[in-house]
Protein backbone atom coordinates (compact mmCIF):
# COMPACT_ATOMS: atom_id res chain seq x y z
CA UNK A 1 0.00 0.00 0.00
CA UNK A 2 0.95 3.51 -0.79
CA UNK A 3 0.79 5.38 1.98
CA UNK A 4 1.28 9.91 2.70
CA UNK A 5 2.72 10.41 5.83
CA UNK A 6 2.42 14.02 6.31
CA UNK A 7 4.97 15.50 9.44
CA UNK A 8 7.18 12.30 8.61
CA UNK A 9 10.39 13.76 10.23
CA UNK A 10 8.51 14.86 13.32
CA UNK A 11 7.64 12.31 16.41
CA UNK A 12 4.75 10.34 15.41
CA UNK A 13 5.17 10.44 11.62
CA UNK A 14 8.76 9.35 11.88
CA UNK A 15 7.80 6.73 14.05
CA UNK A 16 4.66 5.62 11.76
CA UNK A 17 6.65 5.63 8.86
CA UNK A 18 9.42 3.10 10.81
CA UNK A 19 6.82 0.78 11.94
CA UNK A 20 4.33 1.03 8.11
CA UNK A 21 7.78 0.25 6.00
CA UNK A 22 8.81 -2.80 8.03
CA UNK A 23 5.42 -4.71 6.92
CA UNK A 24 6.39 -3.96 3.18
CA UNK A 25 4.01 -0.44 2.80
CA UNK A 26 5.43 2.48 0.68
CA UNK A 27 5.75 5.82 2.24
CA UNK A 28 5.37 8.79 0.67
CA UNK A 29 7.00 11.77 2.70
CA UNK A 30 5.66 15.40 3.29
CA UNK A 31 7.41 17.25 5.55
CA UNK A 32 9.31 20.92 4.97
CA UNK A 33 12.59 19.07 6.67
CA UNK A 34 12.68 17.55 3.56
CA UNK A 35 11.76 20.50 2.10
CA UNK A 36 8.23 18.73 1.01
CA UNK A 37 6.45 21.58 2.68
CA UNK A 38 2.78 20.73 3.54
CA UNK A 39 1.28 23.99 2.03
CA UNK A 40 2.86 21.94 -1.60
CA UNK A 41 1.17 19.14 -0.95
CA UNK A 42 -0.08 16.83 -3.63
CA UNK A 43 -2.44 13.03 -2.75
CA UNK A 44 -0.58 11.42 -6.20
CA UNK A 45 -1.79 7.66 -6.68
CA UNK A 46 -1.80 7.29 -2.67
CA UNK A 47 -3.85 4.51 -1.35
CA UNK A 48 -4.17 6.04 2.00
CA UNK A 49 -3.34 9.45 4.16
CA UNK A 50 -1.56 10.22 8.02
CA UNK A 51 -1.88 13.46 8.29
CA UNK A 52 0.32 13.95 11.44
CA UNK A 53 1.78 17.54 10.47
CA UNK A 54 0.41 20.39 12.45
CA UNK A 55 2.15 22.81 15.21
CA UNK A 56 1.02 21.75 18.60
CA UNK A 57 2.11 24.15 21.53
CA UNK A 58 -1.18 25.37 23.06
CA UNK A 59 0.69 28.45 24.65
CA UNK A 60 2.38 29.33 21.67
CA UNK A 61 -0.38 29.62 19.49
CA UNK A 62 -1.99 32.29 21.78
CA UNK A 63 1.54 34.90 20.89
CA UNK A 64 0.65 33.88 17.73
CA UNK A 65 -2.55 32.78 16.38
CA UNK A 66 -2.45 33.55 12.65
CA UNK A 67 0.44 30.83 11.95
CA UNK A 68 -1.41 28.04 14.29
CA UNK A 69 -4.54 28.97 12.07
CA UNK A 70 -2.32 28.54 8.47
CA UNK A 71 -0.55 25.73 9.18
CA UNK A 72 -3.45 23.12 10.82
CA UNK A 73 -6.71 24.88 9.59
CA UNK A 74 -6.02 26.11 5.96
CA UNK A 75 -3.24 22.73 5.47
CA UNK A 76 -5.49 20.68 6.85
CA UNK A 77 -8.99 21.52 5.14
CA UNK A 78 -7.01 21.42 2.04
CA UNK A 79 -5.45 17.83 2.26
CA UNK A 80 -9.65 17.10 3.85
CA UNK A 81 -10.65 18.11 0.68
CA UNK A 82 -8.29 16.74 -1.43
CA UNK A 83 -8.87 12.67 0.07
CA UNK A 84 -12.29 13.06 0.07
CA UNK A 85 -12.64 13.78 -3.83
CA UNK A 86 -9.91 11.31 -4.86
CA UNK A 87 -11.79 8.52 -2.29
CA UNK A 88 -8.59 7.99 -0.20
CA UNK A 89 -9.21 7.49 3.79
CA UNK A 90 -7.52 9.92 5.95
CA UNK A 91 -6.12 9.76 9.47
CA UNK A 92 -5.51 12.89 10.94
CA UNK A 93 -3.83 14.74 14.13
CA UNK A 94 -6.45 16.55 16.13
CA UNK A 95 -6.03 16.90 20.41
CA UNK A 96 -7.28 16.33 23.65
CA UNK A 97 -7.52 20.08 23.80
CA UNK A 98 -10.41 19.24 21.59
CA UNK A 99 -12.11 18.98 24.78
CA UNK A 100 -12.18 22.25 25.50
CA UNK A 101 -11.28 24.00 22.22
CA UNK A 102 -12.32 27.65 23.07
CA UNK A 103 -8.81 27.94 25.31
CA UNK A 104 -6.61 28.61 22.82
CA UNK A 105 -6.45 29.01 19.16
CA UNK A 106 -4.40 25.71 19.11
CA UNK A 107 -7.92 24.03 20.63
CA UNK A 108 -10.04 26.14 17.96
CA UNK A 109 -7.98 24.59 14.87
CA UNK A 110 -8.41 21.16 16.18
CA UNK A 111 -12.17 21.85 16.81
CA UNK A 112 -12.49 23.41 12.97
CA UNK A 113 -11.10 20.41 11.54
CA UNK A 114 -13.03 17.73 12.69
CA UNK A 115 -15.65 20.38 11.48
CA UNK A 116 -14.32 20.15 7.97
CA UNK A 117 -13.78 16.82 8.02
CA UNK A 118 -15.75 13.92 5.43
CA UNK A 119 -16.70 10.66 5.84
CA UNK A 120 -14.03 8.72 5.92
CA UNK A 121 -11.77 10.78 7.46
CA UNK A 122 -11.07 9.97 11.29
CA UNK A 123 -9.59 12.02 13.88
CA UNK A 124 -7.37 10.66 16.41
CA UNK A 125 -7.28 12.85 20.14
CA UNK A 126 -3.93 12.66 20.76
CA UNK A 127 -3.07 13.20 25.03
CA UNK A 128 -0.05 13.26 26.17
CA UNK A 129 2.55 11.22 23.94
CA UNK A 130 5.95 10.71 25.42
CA UNK A 131 8.73 7.39 25.13
CA UNK A 132 11.12 6.72 22.45
CA UNK A 133 13.57 8.28 19.77
CA UNK A 134 13.16 11.56 18.94
CA UNK A 135 10.55 12.78 21.75
CA UNK A 136 8.68 15.91 22.02
CA UNK A 137 11.57 18.57 22.87
CA UNK A 138 9.92 21.18 25.78
CA UNK A 139 7.67 18.14 27.05
CA UNK A 140 7.23 17.09 30.32
CA UNK A 141 8.92 14.10 30.25
CA UNK A 142 11.96 15.67 27.72
CA UNK A 143 12.60 18.04 30.49
CA UNK A 144 12.65 15.07 33.23
CA UNK A 145 15.63 13.51 31.09
CA UNK A 146 17.37 16.23 30.78
CA UNK A 147 17.23 17.59 34.10
CA UNK A 148 15.73 21.49 32.72
CA UNK A 149 12.11 21.07 34.80
CA UNK A 150 12.10 23.90 37.19
CA UNK A 151 8.48 23.59 39.04
CA UNK A 152 5.46 21.61 38.13
CA UNK A 153 1.87 21.87 38.22
CA UNK A 154 -1.19 20.96 39.80
CA UNK A 155 -2.49 19.53 36.19
CA UNK A 156 -3.41 15.85 35.73
CA UNK A 157 -2.35 14.03 32.30
CA UNK A 158 -2.86 11.50 30.54
CA UNK A 159 0.30 9.71 29.21
CA UNK A 160 0.22 7.64 26.46
CA UNK A 161 3.25 6.07 25.18
CA UNK A 162 4.39 6.11 21.46
CA UNK A 163 4.32 2.93 20.75
CA UNK A 164 1.12 2.34 22.02
CA UNK A 165 -0.05 5.18 19.55
CA UNK A 166 1.35 3.59 16.47
CA UNK A 167 -0.08 0.54 17.34
CA UNK A 168 -3.53 2.52 17.67
CA UNK A 169 -2.52 4.15 14.23
CA UNK A 170 -2.23 1.09 12.54
CA UNK A 171 -5.57 -0.99 14.25
CA UNK A 172 -7.43 1.66 11.92
CA UNK A 173 -5.47 1.50 8.95
CA UNK A 174 -6.22 -2.15 8.82
CA UNK A 175 -10.08 -1.88 9.86
CA UNK A 176 -13.05 0.18 7.00
CA UNK A 177 -12.88 3.38 7.95
CA UNK A 178 -16.11 4.22 6.76
CA UNK A 179 -17.63 1.82 9.64
CA UNK A 180 -16.00 3.62 12.32
CA UNK A 181 -16.24 6.73 14.47
CA UNK A 182 -15.55 10.42 13.21
CA UNK A 183 -12.91 11.02 16.15
CA UNK A 184 -11.26 8.58 18.68
CA UNK A 185 -9.72 10.10 22.35
CA UNK A 186 -5.94 8.15 22.10
CA UNK A 187 -4.13 7.65 25.47
CA UNK A 188 -4.56 4.92 28.56
CA UNK A 189 -7.62 5.97 30.07
CA UNK A 190 -5.77 6.55 33.23
CA UNK A 191 -4.36 10.36 34.71
CA UNK A 192 -1.79 10.74 36.60
CA UNK A 193 -1.01 14.38 38.63
CA UNK A 194 1.96 15.79 37.02
CA UNK A 195 3.96 16.72 40.56
CA UNK A 196 3.57 12.96 41.48
CA UNK A 197 5.24 11.55 38.44
CA UNK A 198 8.09 14.42 38.72
CA UNK A 199 8.80 12.98 42.50
CA UNK A 200 8.73 9.74 41.27
CA UNK A 201 11.47 10.83 39.06
CA UNK A 202 13.24 12.07 41.79
CA UNK A 203 12.41 15.57 41.76
CA UNK A 204 11.78 17.86 44.31
CA UNK A 205 9.88 21.18 43.11
CA UNK A 206 8.32 23.77 43.64
CA UNK A 207 4.53 23.87 42.77
CA UNK A 208 3.25 26.56 40.39
CA UNK A 209 -0.27 27.13 38.86
CA UNK A 210 -1.00 26.22 34.97
CA UNK A 211 -1.88 28.81 32.58
CA UNK A 212 -5.52 29.68 32.26
CA UNK A 213 -5.07 28.17 28.73
CA UNK A 214 -4.47 24.65 29.92
CA UNK A 215 -6.87 21.82 30.27
CA UNK A 216 -6.51 21.08 33.93
CA UNK A 217 -7.58 17.60 33.12
CA UNK A 218 -7.12 15.82 29.51
CA UNK A 219 -7.51 12.30 30.59
CA UNK A 220 -8.95 10.04 27.97
CA UNK A 221 -12.75 8.36 27.55
CA UNK A 222 -10.66 5.23 25.23
CA UNK A 223 -14.17 2.92 25.72
CA UNK A 224 -14.35 3.09 22.00
CA UNK A 225 -10.57 2.38 20.64
CA UNK A 226 -11.00 -0.54 23.25
CA UNK A 227 -14.24 -1.42 21.49
CA UNK A 228 -12.02 -1.90 18.21
CA UNK A 229 -9.67 -4.33 20.66
CA UNK A 230 -6.82 -1.35 21.29
CA UNK A 231 -5.87 -1.29 24.34
CA UNK A 232 -2.50 0.70 25.74
CA UNK A 233 0.28 -1.79 27.27
CA UNK A 234 2.68 0.61 28.79
CA UNK A 235 2.11 2.54 31.84
CA UNK A 236 3.93 5.85 32.18
CA UNK A 237 4.91 4.90 36.29
CA UNK A 238 6.38 2.22 34.94
CA UNK A 239 8.39 4.08 32.41
CA UNK A 240 9.80 6.39 35.17
CA UNK A 241 11.06 3.72 37.31
CA UNK A 242 12.62 1.85 34.71
CA UNK A 243 14.03 4.31 32.49
CA UNK A 244 15.56 7.96 34.83
Not at 52 to 74: G, H, L
Not at 78 to 91: F, G, N, S, Y
Not at 94 to 101: A, G, L, N
Not at 225 to 233: N, R, S
Amino acid sequence: MRVVITGSRGFIGSHLQNKLESHGHEIIEWDHHIEKPIENFKLGDADYVVHMAAWADVRASIKDPDIYWANNVTNTTRIQLECHKAEVPLIYASSSCIHEWHKSPYGISKKVNEETAFPGQVALRFTTVYGGRGAQRGMFMDKIKDGKIKHVTPHVRDFVHIDDVINAITLIMNLDIYSLKPAYDIGTGHGNQVKDLASLAGYDLPLQDGDACEAQDNTADITAMQELGWHPTINIKDYIKESL
